[in-house]
């Protein structure tokens, strides 16, 4: 098995920043791709950022230039940097892991628990 811890989140006034971290542990042979979903109340859950083992990273379109995605492969942790917040950016944030749990296994996807982020006016 596998668990994803995040860390970070909280209540932050508009045009603030918070930094979120996500370490993964357990079964872990590769860990892939990873990244962060976030989840509005009564919204699905939406793509935040993306990045792969080389720090190839992607965003969603309204994060780009203000959110920053990037890992340490030898801490098996990830971490999102969110800058210049909006009450928009409100919503729980969720870690995401691809990982290969022994050399001859198929990769499965992982869920950190969430962690709330509020964004005050």
């Known amino acids: 098995q596998v668990q994803l811890v995040e860390s970070g989140g909280g209540l932050v006034q508009a045009g603030g920043s918070l930094r979120l971290s996500c370490t993964a542990s357990g079964s872990i042979f590769s860990l892939n791709a990873m990244g962060w979903y976030r989840q509005a109340p009564g919204a699905q859950r939406d793509l935040v950022a993306r990045?792969?083992?080389?720090?190839?990273?992607n965003y969603a379109d309204s994060m780009k230039g203000r959110f920053t995605i990037s890992r340490d492969n030898a801490k098996n942790t990830v971490y999102l940097q969110m800058t210049s917040l909006k009450r928009e950016d409100t919503a729980v944030y969720y870690c995401?892991?691809?990982?290969?749990?022994?050399?001859?296994?198929?990769?499965?996807?992982?869920w950190g628990q969430g962690t709330q982020v509020t964004v005050s006016s």
């Open positions: 990045i792969t083992t080389d720090g190839t990273a």
């Open positions: 995401n892991a691809l990982v290969q749990s022994t050399w001859f296994g198929a990769q499965q996807q992982y």
